[in-house]
């Protein structure tokens, strides 16, 4: 069942829904990070920050900031450290958006 909140936002704006939930096929970086040739943006993003969670990325002193390693260096654009704010960001830029 999904929160109030977000049945607004999926009944007011469908296509903004699709776009986290349609498979892509993925760009040779990101694909050798998920181990997979098609994902949703959704699917990658959760994928991104269970690996994140597993090898304990976050700096302890402050939760809110990542610290990368190279593996994770290679699909945010090199950055050393994000801010957990950024991530769905860097994430989208994998995504193109495709022509109408």
């Given at each position: 069942m999904l929160p109030?909140?977000?049945?607004?936002?999926?009944?007011?704006?469908?296509?903004k829904l699709a776009?986290?939930?349609d498979l892509v096929n993925l760009p040779s970086t990101l694909r050798e990070f998920v181990g997979q040739s098609q994902i949703s943006r959704l699917?990658?993003?959760i994928?991104?920050?269970?690996?994140i969670k597993t090898n304990?990325?976050?700096d302890p002193n402050n939760k809110n900031?990542?610290?990368c390693d190279e593996k994770l260096k290679s699909i945010l654009l090199g950055k050393p450290q994000i801010d957990l704010a950024?991530?769905?960001a860097l994430i989208k830029l994998h995504f193109p958006k495709e022509p109408k």
């Open positions: 109030q909140k977000m049945k607004k936002a999926v009944t007011d704006n469908p296509k776009n986290l939930i699917g990658c993003f994928r991104v920050w269970s690996y304990n990325l976050q900031v990542v610290n950024e991530l769905p």
